[in-house]
């Protein structure tokens, strides 16, 4: 469907200009390599590097140092999420593993002659590719078709076999300072305490806090987390944490149950709380501290571990709320 006036692309946060601008001016000039691995701390903005990269590349109106236009057919394209001339190589569903079949569809693509000179494929997260699937990866890195680029995306790159790391230029999404940040969502929230907030409950995600700043779903999905938080500060009685628990996701929960309890066992050893601790009340995260001691705040985060990674396990979600709100019942029981 045509659009008349398609939305301006989003403006890139400041710590992504200068590595977009380099990789942008190398690929006009022909000299991108074919493999790039975009790597940095989740929630950092790689997807966006990436994105913002492909369009200045594909954007038929921009040349030189111009940013891409937005309103060609290229960038309405990509803009709508679909562009003849880039594939998505991604797990089939969120937090499941990309597989080799995924690998020889986008293999595939590459070796078909576009009818531009670039095609590009984008694999995110990259991480995630299977031992089988990485390496018929590499068969395309080492033996690229003319005009392939493959951006792999990773947090964790360490767990992508050496041979496919060193046949991709390492680019790599520096954690920006805190001030920047606060800078950049600032026009999104209502105040500082809002920022301070959101970046917070995203636990320090810069791209999850913009979402929480302009998605009410996810505002409200932190509060409800939040709740759940506070009954486990002043928990006596499962019954009803666990009834709580239930209405949060288990995805959400579970990493800002274990930031509350990073936050516990700093207040335990320096009487200082952190930016996640300050969303609580102090003398109910205090109260819970002398609770449970150094010795049950490590065991809680040990069995908090567990849990995160019972996540990508079919375990019933009753069960494992039950199972968690168990854990902060006050010894002895009621
Ligand atoms: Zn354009």
Redesign the pocket.
Known sequence: MAVDSPAAPPPLPPWLEAPRDRLVARGRAGRLPHGLLIRGASGVGKSLLSVSLV?SL?????SDRDP?????????SLIGGVHSEVWMLEPEEPGKAIVIDAVRDATEFLSLSGSGSLRVVRVRPADSLTLHAANALLKTLEEPPGGALLILEAAQPARLPATIRSRCEDVEVPTPPLEQVHDWLRPLAADEAAVEEAYAAALGRPMAARDLLTEPERMAGWEQDREVLQQILSADAVTPLAATMQRSLPETLLPRLQALLLSAQRLLATGELDTFGRRFPRPELEAFTRRHGARGLATLAGRANTWQRQLSTSLNPALRMEDIALAFLPKGGR
Do not use: Y
């Not at 594909?58 to 921009?62: G, K, P, V, Y």
């Not at 891409?68 to 309405?76: D, H, K, V």
């Open positions: 369009q594909l954007c038929e109106r921009a891409p236009c937005g309103a060609c057919n290229s960038c309405r």
